[in-house]
């Protein structure tokens, strides 16, 4: 009864079409204001847009969640990056951790910030390079990422290889119920990077 009312009113309010809808914020206070204009609730009045225009409200991006340990990681991920967020459907931000921000290794953070892709950094950095401090640095980086990603809220982790970062990333995202897609596992091998690689794959959600 309620619709058949609004389908009266709205149709006499103004013309609402999906080229006006070029971002969701956009959208909900077109929506907003055509209620208004025809009297009604503004849930009432998505309703009745998503059933009348086939559900031509603009769907929420998906946020992507890369993380990025180093500058030899971030060389081979650029160009899928970058074409992720030419998509319009998707948000793409970074996590900068590890190596990238250690002066000792060119503090290569920066080359993610000259490509103006929007970024957390997570001060979790190695000591040493030696297997304890590997072990310290997977440990921090969980308990840092965990709390980051209450902020952030991602669809979706992205990683890439075998390195310490990535299985981190796995596991929060394993334990925090969000789907990790896993690229480039790495090459066989007899060192922890074999076993690390598998790890991953056994956490992941999606192998590209």
Do not use: W
């Amino acid at each position: 009864m309620v619709l058949r009312r609004l389908r009266r009113r709205a149709g006499t309010v103004c013309e609402f079409n999906s080229a006006e809808l070029n971002s969701q914020e956009r959208a909900e206070d077109r929506a907003s204001e055509l209620a208004g204009r025809a009297g009604v609730s503004s849930k009432l009045f998505s309703e009745f847009l998503k059933e009348r225009f086939n559900n031509l409200m603009v769907i929420k991006k998906r946020k992507i969640l890369y993380i990025s340990g180093t500058r030899a990681d971030y060389g081979l991920m650029k160009t899928a990056l970058l074409t992720i967020r030419k998509n319009q459907g998707l948000k793409l931000e970074i996590i900068a951790t590890g190596m990238h921000l250690m002066p000792e290794f060119g503090s290569t953070v920066k080359e993610i910030e000259k490509d103006k892709f929007k970024i957390y950094k997570i001060n979790a950095v190695y000591k040493k390079d030696d297997k304890e401090s590997m072990a310290d640095f997977i440990g921090k980086f969980i308990c840092f990422l965990t709390e980051k990603l209450k902020k952030i809220k991602p669809d979706i982790i992205l990683v890439m290889g075998d390195r310490a970062e990535m299985l981190a990333g796995a596991v929060v995202g394993a334990y925090l119920s969000i789907p990790v897609a896993h690229i480039h596992g790495g090459e066989v091998s007899s060192t922890v990077d074999d076993a690390v690689r598998n790890a991953i794959t056994k956490l992941a959600d999606f192998h590209l």
